[in-house]
């Protein structure tokens, strides 16, 4: 991908003054009539039945709030209206003078308000749990924003991690037999990581002492890690029940904040998986960005040359940072059997590794890019569960694409096309 | 001799080399002899078949309860032990065996399960010699069954000589469609294929969920996804008769690998498709378009993998389920990389992981160890043909020509 301005989304919506030919232009112009024609759709939304729409935001998860929350109750048609003109009224401020460096964030927040338009829409006449389907969002956000970091970790380093999958279907079967065995989802937990970080191993000897091609060796590996776990699991897991209910993690609620409605049960009452995917996209942020460490793995990504001639050790810095990249999955995949399911089942992961690379890429190689992705794709998938109860006439099918339709269009440059590290996916050769 | 010592990822060496043949031009025989039955290649590839088998056989002894328990007592009596393993991985590769090539069945369900490989292993070889790295082919492969089931099952009344042939034609242009979306993207925004097929998969996998539950695909009188039947205008008939599965898509297969190695070696389009993948800014300064070639080789590979589906559903399944690709679309690049991305290496690659399946059917059948011990081997013979290198060091095998590395075929997202 060309080093074009289209790769530097920050200035390239500084478009004051430029010549109106300019593609800056033409993408401002862009945006902005994409926003009127949101607004335009938004209107269809009129065409229903109408009436109201009950949002329940009540503590169903057992809590103790200080106060249940009221329902929210909203009369569709206002929604629809004042969304619709907000979507308008941006999209004009976009055409005649463009909102700058503040383009993405109007688009989020407009993008925001049509999806609560839509489920206005959705919910008319009945009423939808809108805060188990937050809840849900964050849980099916775990597993993905633990598998991008690992793809963040390993990709700054210079290794493209397709095997995302791989780590999470080893990690899921590892966590749940030593889970069954130890009888300690503790100790399950860590097994988790080893299975991640076994796959991670394998990915960096073959990409960085073989120098195979990285793309084929992550394929490889997840046919690898495809057989091996259903192969284990038909011979060893089914004949033997007891070695495949490992114990599971319980929830945690943190003392005075689990009890603040809304919030509460949104952030405050998970299982240790939960806080530990926000707590490892800090820490992950920490170590890349602010340790010496970090700067390693990155120099290490973008021009390993030069960090081999300050003195990094570039094959030692890459292991590091892909075994690394491999518990960080690992936790993910040990997420789906120690506290989702309770048992391992074959190819439980369902292709959620390869959203998980999509959230890495949509996220641009960052962590906190990567979280907003992974929520952006969890939303996505709790909410197809969430419309077939209100019987909404859209197929669950194309809401669970949405995660892949998004991570083309963004590939395609449409809306900022990312970069990743320069040297990604390039065997070193020391000289 | 410029033979290829090392296997893909090594496209550039082998333009190279195909160049440097091409000015002597021994025959086809004679580059047959050294593209394929060179003797370290074929030495490498037999040994990576070996290493894997004795891995296949460990994870078998952990896995078997009856030797699991000799082993608890292995040092009072190892006998036991080894007797045990001995008759267990005998009796396991034994029916693998039998079910690949004991009689004219096994040979049979040999070729019916080579089929679809050697479609999906094209698919992923073509774009390969463009350095395109297409991961598309299970996505494909489903493409090719929903469009040519669609005339399959949907066009009635046609004689079979016209029926088929559209059938086929309507499938080759489903997968056609969806690699060529990949390749489109590639060419005018620089969307990584890599990126693209793998998202392309998940959607098409989907869509085929939401379409099996629709009124033009759905089976009338079952609730559940499973597709219409193919019409029997539009099936492929049996080649050797009721009692075999074995079908004329194996041939058609054949023949369609053929016809890929005549464009790759004997055609200007093949000529420039392996010229954008020895070095995409020299095609272009000589002429060539790589931005057609992209589009134009993920259509094809595309329709190759497409081929793969409708043959199997035309041939062997009838109907369109959930699953319905079952992996063969991943299947075909580990026998694209086992056959060197030549396709007359995917049709011997085709054979021998058809085999292997056909075998490890007969093997769970008989000895209850589960198929998946195929899905294993073959990753494991791939990542040993992959990394040459591993071969070579556990097994002591000293390289004829001193290559300097291994290089890459990819390089990268920004590739």
Same mark, same amino acid.
């Given at each position: 991908m060309s080093a074009d301005l289209d790769a530097r989304p920050a200035e390239s919506t500084r478009d004051d003054g430029l010549d109106p030919t300019s593609p800056l232009v033409t993408r401002r112009r862009a945006f902005g009539i994409f926003l009127v024609a949101l607004a335009a759709v938004t209107l269809l939304f009129l065409l229903g039945e109408g009436g109201e729409a009950t949002f329940v935001l009540r503590d169903i998860t057992g809590g103790d709030p200080y106060f249940q929350m009221p329902d929210l109750v909203v009369s569709v048609g206002t929604v629809v209206l004042v969304v619709a003109i907000l979507a308008a009224f941006a999209g004009g401020i976009q055409l005649a003078r463009g909102f700058g460096r503040r383009t993405y964030l109007v688009l989020g927040l407009v993008l925001a308000l049509f999806v609560f338009a839509f489920l206005t829409w959705a919910t008319a006449g009945s009423s939808l749990n809108l805060l188990a389907i937050l809840r849900l969002t @964050?849980?099916?956000? /775990?597993?993905? /924003?633990?598998?991008?970091?690992?793809?963040v970790l390993c990709e700054r380093s210079g290794v493209m991690n397709i095997a995302i999958e791989a780590q999470f279907l080893t990690a899921a079967f590892t966590g749940a037999l030593v889970g069954s065995v130890s009888s300690n989802a503790w100790v399950g937990l860590l097994a988790g990581a080893a299975g991640g970080a076994f796959i991670g191993w394998l990915l960096a000897v073959m990409a960085i002492?073989?120098?195979?091609?990285? @793309?084929?060796?992550?394929? /490889?590996?997840?046919v690898f890690a495809t057989g091996l776990t259903s192969f284990l699991a038909s011979q060893l897991l089914t004949p033997n029940p007891d070695l495949?209910?490992?114990a599971i993690v319980s929830p945690i609620g943190i003392p005075v904040l689990s009890r603040i409605p809304v919030l509460g049960p949104l952030f405050f009452n998970h299982t240790i998986f939960v806080y530990g995917a926000f707590a490892a996209v800090l820490l992950?942020?920490?170590a890349l960005f602010k340790t010496k460490w970090g700067l390693r793995v990155r120099s290490v990504g973008e021009h390993p040359r030069a960090a081999d001639t300050v003195g990094i050790n570039v094959y030692r810095i890459r292991y590091q940072a892909v075994v690394l990249g491999g518990a960080v999955a690992g936790l993910g995949g040990a997420f789906f059997t120690l506290d989702s399911a309770a048992q391992f089942s074959e190819e439980m992961t369902a292709g959620l590794g390869f959203i998980a690379l999509a959230a890495m890429i949509v996220g641009r190689w960052r962590p906190f890019g990567a979280l907003g992705a992974a929520l952006i794709f969890g939303f996505a998938g709790s909410l197809s569960g969430g419309l077939a109860i209100v019987q909404v006439p859209i197929p669950s099918e194309f809401l669970l694409m949405a995660p892949y339709l998004v991570t083309i269009v963004v590939v395609a440059g449409l809306v900022g096309r990312p970069r990743p590290p320069a040297a990604d996916g390039v065997p070193y050769v020391k000289e | 001799m410029s033979t290829s010592d090392d296997p893909p990822p090594e496209a550039v060496d082998e333009a190279v080399d195909e160049r440097e043949r091409r000015d002597e031009d021994p025959g086809w025989l004679a580059r047959f002899r050294t593209e394929i039955v060179d003797g370290q290649t074929l030495l490498l590839t037999f040994l990576a078949l070996v290493t894997a088998l004795a891995i296949g056989a460990v994870l078998i002894i952990l896995s078997e309860e009856a030797t699991r328990e000799t082993l608890t007592y292995f040092f009072a009596r190892p006998g036991d032990f080894f007797a045990a393993a001995w008759e267990t991985v005998g009796g396991a590769y034994g029916a693998l065996f039998r079910g690949a090539l004991g009689g004219p069945r096994a040979w049979s369900e040999t070729l019916v399960s080579a089929t679809p490989l050697i479609l999906t292993g094209l698919a992923f070889a073509l774009p390969f010699r463009a350095l395109i790295i297409n991961i598309g082919g299970e996505g494909q492969f489903l493409g090719g069954a929903l469009l040519g089931g669609l005339v399959g099952f949907g066009v009635t009344g046609l004689p079979m000589v016209?029926?088929?042939?559209?059938?086929? #034609?309507?499938? *080759?242009? $489903? $997968?056609?469609? &969806?690699?060529? &979306?990949?390749?489109?993207?590639?060419?005018?925004?620089?969307?990584?294929? &890599?990126?693209?097929t793998i998202m392309l998969n998940n959607i098409m996998i989907l869509l085929t969920d939401y379409l099996l539950l629709t009124a033009l695909f759905q089976r009338p009188d079952r609730p559940d996804p499973i597709s219409k039947a193919v019409a029997g205008s539009a099936t492929l008939p049996l080649l050797f008769g009721a009692g075999f599965r074995v079908h004329w898509g194996f041939v058609l297969a054949v023949l369609v690998a053929i016809a890929t190695w005549w464009m790759l070696e004997r055609s200007t389009l093949g000529f420039e498709i392996k010229a954008v993948g020895h070095n995409p800014r020299a095609a272009r300064f000589a002429g060539m378009n790589p931005d057609r070639i992209y589009w134009l080789v993920l259509a094809i590979a595309g329709g190759l993998a497409a081929l793969g589906g409708?043959? %199997? #559903?035309?041939g &062997? %399944? $009838?109907?369109?389920?959930?699953? *319905?690709?079952?992996?063969?679309? *991943?299947?075909?690049i580990t026998v694209a990389l086992l056959g060197r991305s030549s396709p007359l290496g995917v049709i011997a690659a085709a054979l021998l992981f058809g085999g292997l399946r056909a075998g490890g059917l007969a093997m769970q059948a008989d000895t209850q160890i589960s198929l998946d011990l195929v899905t294993v081997l073959q990753a494991l013979i791939v990542i040993f043909i992959a990394a040459p290198a591993l071969i070579r060091s556990l097994w002591h095998v000293k390289t004829r020509k001193e290559s300097g590395l291994e290089a890459t075929a990819s390089? $990268?997202?920004s590739a």
């Open positions: @964050i849980r099916q956000a /775990v597993p993905l /924003v633990f598998g991008a970091l690992a793809g002492k073989y120098r195979t091609d990285q @793309i084929i060796v992550g394929v /490889v590996l997840i495949n209910t490992p992950v942020h920490w | 016209i029926h088929l042939p559209l059938t086929l #034609l309507a499938g *080759f242009l $489903g $997968g056609a469609i &969806v690699g060529w &979306v990949a390749g489109i993207l590639k060419a005018r925004t620089g969307a990584h294929e &890599v990126i693209t409708i043959v %199997q #559903l035309s &062997v %399944q $009838g109907r369109i389920t959930p699953g *319905f690709a079952a992996g063969l679309g *991943f299947d075909g390089g $990268g997202w």
